[in-house]
């Protein structure tokens, strides 16, 4: 798996939210989240941007790009 993967799974546990639960507050659906942490997709910039803030970190954190 790829970083961003890894992280959006291991973060969305960590915030004790399900992916239909995350689904649900960005306004997607979970088949688009089970994609981003399978790496069969990747979500637009502006999804991404809303990613960091419910999970609380950087978009570089979530890129892999700072740990």
């Known amino acids: 798996m ?3 993967a890894d ?3 291991l973060l969305r546990i960590e915030k004790g939210l399900n992916q239909t639960e995350l689904a649900e507050q960005l306004s997607v659906n979970q088949r688009s ?3 981003w942490e399978n790496s069969l997709r990747e979500p637009s910039f502006e999804m991404l941007m809303k990613l960091a803030q ?3 970190v950087s978009t570089d954190y979530l890129l892999g790009l700072e740990d």
């Open 54 to 56: 419910i999970l609380e």
């Open 7 to 9: 992280r959006l799974k």
């Open 2 to 4: 790829c970083k961003f």
């Open 33 to 35: 989240v089970s994609n």
